[in-house]
């Protein structure tokens, strides 16, 4: 696969000159070439799905900060191939929780286009997700024991992520402290894991192990506050799916657990089942976009992103550690 796939694939909102995916675009052409394979099936329609699903594109956030913060934290050339691997397993579970996410959302739009869910219905999807998450396995097969045991947790506090949120849909008691629960059990799990892996497979100590760690729950915990902002602020050609998607789907949101504090009206809305829809959910997007909610969810993202920067602070001076950051960096000018 060309490098210029691999960097055209991570980091979009960057300028060119800083795009902090050009020093690991050898490293991520390599991730891009065998998750190509690994998406292969003897089953036609299990291949058809996986490669929809993944060929669509995405940032390849995850593997781009994986492959960073190994070299950051000066991981050699000689065992490239194991963070490689590392990020394509990660990527794997990453892309079998989407598909099984719009199963479970009913979603119907994803990356821009008709989510797998929509055009392959719910049986097919869920047996490629479930494809997927063994062929994250097979990968991660190569490691010892205590790395394979870092992926698997972070499934677990996937499933476990995702059931909490079920269970505070259209909940307006959901706080703020539920809210990061969530959050960092279904979306940092797999950058704390991914930082974990990479500065483990670079030999580095076991403090920089954990402030590896550490940095990547910031890094996750900020990227899907801004995600939720997203979500509500748009546009559907931006964020590739439905304005208010998780408002609809009765979703505790950064921006409606924020805003069900403040609004007595916003809160009976969100509360209510079977009126999400038409004039009331058009209510509620516009309370939502209220400036000081808003405001409030930013600073918080701020918050995270200030953590994952002094982290990274840490590290000896190097390309690739200015790389990494700028990819932090890169998650509040996510915003619009």
Do not use: W
Request: aromatic share 6%; proline share 5%.
């Amino acid at each position: 696969m060309k490098r210029a796939k691999a960097t055209q694939l991570a980091a979009a909102s960057t300028p060119e000159t800083l795009n902090p995916a050009r020093l690991v675009e050898a490293d991520l052409a390599a991730v891009e070439a065998k998750l190509a394979r690994l998406l292969d099936s003897k089953e036609p329609i299990i291949a058809e799905i996986c490669h929809y699903l993944v060929d669509a594109g995405g940032k390849r956030l995850r593997p781009t900060f994986i492959m960073l913060v190994y070299r950051a934290c000066g991981g050699p050339d000689a065992r490239v191939d194991e963070p490689i691997d590392a990020a394509i397993a990660l990527e794997l579970i990453h892309s079998a929780t989407l598909l099984h996410d719009d199963i479970i959302d009913r979603g119907l739009l994803r990356r821009g286009k008709p989510s797998a869910f929509a055009r392959y219905g719910f049986g097919p999807s869920l047996i490629a997700g479930d494809y997927l998450f063994c062929r994250a396995f097979e990968v991660s097969g190569r490691f010892e024991e205590r790395l394979v045991r870092t992926a698997a947790q972070a499934c677990i506090q996937l499933t476990e992520g995702e059931v909490m949120e079920s269970r505070f849909r259209h909940n307006a008691a959901a706080s703020l402290a539920d809210y990061i629960n969530v959050i960092d059990r279904k979306t940092a799990s797999l950058f704390y894991a991914g930082g974990k892996l990479a500065a483990e497979l670079a030999r580095v100590s076991a403090r920089t192990i954990d402030a590896m760690a550490k940095l990547g729950t910031a890094m996750g915990l900020a990227f899907q506050m801004v995600d939720d902002l997203l979500d509500i602020l748009g546009p559907e050609e931006k964020i590739g799916k439905p304005v208010g998607s998780d408002l609809r789907a009765g979703i505790p949101s950064l921006p409606v657990v924020l805003g069900v504090e403040r609004s007595p009206e916003l809160r009976a809305l969100f509360q209510n089942r079977t009126q999400m829809e038409g004039v009331a959910f058009e209510r509620a997007l516009d309370l939502l976009r209220d400036p000081e909610i808003i405001g409030a969810a930013r600073r918080l993202a701020a918050e995270q992103i200030a953590i994952a920067r002094a982290i990274v602070g840490q590290l000896e001076p190097s390309p690739y550690r200015d790389s990494l950051a700028t990819l932090i960096d890169d998650q509040t000018s996510r915003e619009v």
